[in-house]
């Protein structure tokens, strides 16, 4: 996978974790998804989902809605 790639694996892993836990996965349900990444080895998705957890894990609700506003705006250009 050349670095390009790599980087918009990582990146999907990343808002696929805000998108889930913005439609209702808790935390800990996102962990265990995590551990699942982790056994099968691919470090890149759990790379993503990592970034996303620890920066969901201490932002106020506020922040995170304003994050998920961000990325579905990313996403739809």
């Given at each position: 996978?050349?670095?390009?790639?790599?980087?918009?694996y990582?990146?999907?892993?990343?808002?696929?974790?805000?998108?889930?836990?913005?439609?209702?996965?808790?935390?800990?349900?996102?962990?265990?998804?995590?551990?699942?990444?982790?056994?099968?080895?691919?470090?890149?998705?759990?790379?993503?989902?990592?970034?996303?957890?620890?920066?969901?894990?201490?932002?106020?609700?506020?922040?995170?809605?304003?994050?998920?506003?961000?990325i579905?705006?990313?996403?739809?250009?």
């Amino acid at each position: 996978m050349n670095m390009l790639s790599e980087e918009h694996y990582k990146e999907y892993f990343y808002k696929l974790t805000y998108g889930s836990v913005y439609e209702g996965a808790t935390l800990n349900e996102m962990h265990l998804i995590l551990k699942v990444y982790e056994e099968i080895e691919d470090y890149l998705a759990c790379e993503g989902i990592n970034k996303a957890l620890g920066e969901i894990s201490v932002m106020k609700l506020s922040e995170f809605i304003e994050k998920i506003k961000y990325i579905n705006g990313r996403l739809s250009n």
